[in-house]
């Protein structure tokens, strides 16, 4: 279970006041997979931050039950100078996973031949995309942040990152920032809708997406 409380997040640009959450009080079931949905800029990523605590809310709270996921596919927390290798047993270690299954798991789910065992700062954005699902996927969680998982890697390989996606959602619930209404149809069961910085839950996604639609639509109009 995940529980906003009063959230608020503002930016400030230009001098103005940019809310992105305002005073938001919703709560996401254990076990189920969330659509967060939202037009460009609304804020889907500034939450998933705030929820996986790398980011602070200008004031209210985020209360849980079991362990949150950093957002899947992260790379920007990796030491630019060490291996993907030692990158990988710093994570194990931090999260108190077996550093040689998860190395070992990573090394083959991200197919990076010996880069594995060259600097991440060397590495394409396409393989840092690799390592950091490769990661992400390595630790349990009983909920995943997920920020279009979809954009990594080739065709072959999306193929794979789903599969796998959707094997640790049997024992997991997840909330899912995507652009394909395709994907979020297939991972989630419930949706939520991130407007004007309100949210608003909904237990059965095709009327999540339904109102997003509508707000996307009424955008376009002016």
Known sequence: MIHLENLTKIYKLNGRRKPVANNITATFPTGVSVALLGRNGAGKSSLLRMISGSMLPTSGRILSTGTISWPVGF????????????????????????????????????????????????????????????????????????????????????????????????????LVVSHSMRMLRQTCDAGAVLENGKLSYFHDIEDAIEVHLANMARAAAG
């Open 75 to 174: 790379s920007g927390s990796f030491n630019g100078e060490l291996t993907g290798e030692q990158n990988t047993r710093f994570v194990a270690r931090a999260y108190g996973v077996d550093t040689e299954e998860m190395r070992d798991f990573v090394e083959d789910f991200a197919e990076l031949g010996d880069h594995f065992y060259l600097p991440f700062r060397t590495y394409s954005s396409g393989m840092r995309a690799r390592l950091a699902f490769g990661v992400s996927m390595a630790v349990p969680f009983d909920t995943y942040l997920v920020d279009e998982v979809s954009a990594v890697g080739d065709a072959a390989f999306k193929a794979k990152s789903n599969r796998l996606f959707n094997a640790r959602m049997a024992n997991a619930g997840a």
